[in-house]
């Protein structure tokens, strides 16, 4: 079979399966609204008059459950339908709208996340004593001293 072939023969298929949906929502709409409109009719409160909706509702309901089923159909079908390439470029599409809405997101919470880091070191700086403070520099300097001390493989090739 040739490619062109095998492509009109999914392309037909799913057409038919299209319709075939179609015409299967349709009719569990029709058999829903008129299921509904029936329960309704027969459903009677005591001391108040039956509802009984009149044929011309009846038929508006049904016809506004056949067209939500069948634009439901549409959507199915149409990604049933689609070729490869063309699903690729949906996906791609999809993707890159989802990175962009969390590049703005993720922009907005280190936004946050900075001032609140901020507002934390103001706060701890400010409660910090003079003799703790001098006590961090002596460690900081030490740390320092020590790691410049080690021999790394940079200074070992230096050498």
Known sequence: ???KRASAMRARMARESQEQTTMRLSQVAQRSALTQSQEE????WPGKAAYRPSLR?????????????QAAATASASRASETHHQRLLRIVRNAAATEKSRAIETLDCRRARKSRDAAATASASAAETPFRRSVQNTMNAATTARSRTIET???????
């Open 41 to 44: 009719s027969t459903t009677c």
């Open 153 to 159: 493989p940079a200074r070992r090739r230096a050498r």
């Open 57 to 69: 509702s009846r038929l508006k309901n049904a016809q506004g459950s056949r067209m939500y089923a």
């Open 1 to 3: 079979m040739t490619p």
